[in-house]
């Protein structure tokens, strides 16, 4: 038989495979597809209802299909380095941040919420995991926070834009940052702020465009 997208794709209809390579690149462009959020849910269910089509079109690019069963989120991870995002050291220690006051909030609250910091709690982590007495610039925070919302690790509350000055302001922390931070324990947690502490690096698990 002829090697073909109709041969590849026998299992979704017709009328749908065209929209296949729009949903793969943006997969590969995205890092997480979300059931939640509005502009992406239709693509989340198409990938749901052919998961195992998508996993085999990326396995066959190298890369993994990850699905997080409880948050429905979709992420792809490269198997290889080429494609794998590349962050500045203050973006990878924001995210441990983020993750660390992920786990810290979550133990409080009931399975189906997200957990909620504020501007405050976010700054004073991270000069406690940096173990530096002075913050970073107002606009170096700023183009953090708004990085990691732009990779959909955060979210504001309302709608409202980021205001670093503000230490009030509440930022919900979506189940993404548990995957692109794969820690599973506490011992893990603190061996990546041993290695960051002793000059190492410590890189997040995201495919995908990082600049």
Known sequence: ???????????????????????VNRLLGQTFLYQDV??????????????????????????????????????????????RARYKLDESLMILVLRKLYEEKREHLSLASDPVVTIGEVREEYRTITGKERDLPMGQYEGLLRRLRALGLLD?????????????????LRGSVRMILPIQTADEMDAWLKKYRAGGEVEPDSSGDAD
Request: proline share 3%; glycine share 4%; net charge negative.
């Open 1 to 23: 038989m002829p090697f073909s997208t109709d041969t590849i794709l026998t299992e979704i209809p017709e009328k749908s495979r065209r929209d296949v390579p729009r949903v």
């Open 38 to 83: 509005e502009t992406d849910k239709d693509d989340y269910y198409f990938i749901y209802r052919h998961r195992a089509v998508f996993e085999g079109l990326l396995a066959l690019a190298g890369f993994n299909l990850l699905h997080d069963d409880y948050h429905r989120i979709f992420q792809v991870v490269s198997e290889y380095s080429y494609t």
């Open 156 to 172: 504001t509350i309302d709608g409202r834009n980021i205001d670093v000055k503000d230490v009030d302001a509440r930022l919900r």
